[in-house]
């Protein structure tokens, strides 16, 4: 059922989003040197690392690490960086890995391959066994601004509580986060 979701999600998606996409890769092609997308080493289920892509918001110099571990992370962001990550339109293209089955629309966020800590509190409470998602339980209450430790808890409570109308939810509930820019840093 889980993964019926995620299709009809990405063809959902992929109708309404389908111009947006393509204004967002020429915007991003047109206002910095480097490809339009940028595609991160991350952990997904049983910690099996995947290519994940993203719309480019950083500049191609800037270091393979989680941005609030960036001295000061507004000066490698791109010309439409900003606005890109505050409306979560850099995400959008994370539709193919939901679509080829490296995610779930609903999960914990997936993690870079270099977070060892977060990897380590997932594998020891279970998580890694299911999918990473485009959206958790962990983003809708605190997203970047969420410790560690908290985000595993979330992504702990996700895994024993999850089904169809719980992802609904979350999902929902991402859509008014989105939508007020609630939770973002960067």
Not at 19 to 35: C, E, H, K, N, Q
Not at 151 to 170: M, N, T
């Amino acid at each position: 059922m889980k993964r019926l979701f995620d299709l009809v999600f990405v063809l959902f998606s992929l109708c309404i989003f389908f111009i947006p996409l393509l204004l967002v890769a020429v915007f991003v092609r047109l206002t910095s040197p480097g490809p339009v997308l940028y595609w991160s080493d991350r952990i997904g289920k049983h910690n099996k690392i995947f290519k994940m892509p993203k719309f480019r918001t950083m500049c191609v110099d800037t270091p393979a690490v989680a941005t609030h571990l960036l001295t000061d992370p507004a000066r490698f962001l791109t010309p439409p960086g900003s606005f890109l990550r505050k409306s979560s339109l850099d995400e959008l293209p994370q539709l193919w890995s939901i679509f080829t089955g490296d995610m779930s629309v609903v999960g914990p966020r997936p993690a870079l391959f270099n977070q060892e800590d977060l990897i380590s509190l997932r594998t020891q409470q279970g998580v890694d066994a299911i999918p990473p998602g485009l959206t958790g339980w962990a983003q809708v209450n605190g997203r970047d601004e969420l410790p560690i430790p908290d985000k595993v808890k979330l992504d702990v409570e996700y895994l024993h509580r999850q089904s169809f109308f719980f992802d609904l939810k979350i999902v929902l509930m991402t859509l008014v986060k989105v939508l007020r820019r609630d939770g973002i840093k960067h």
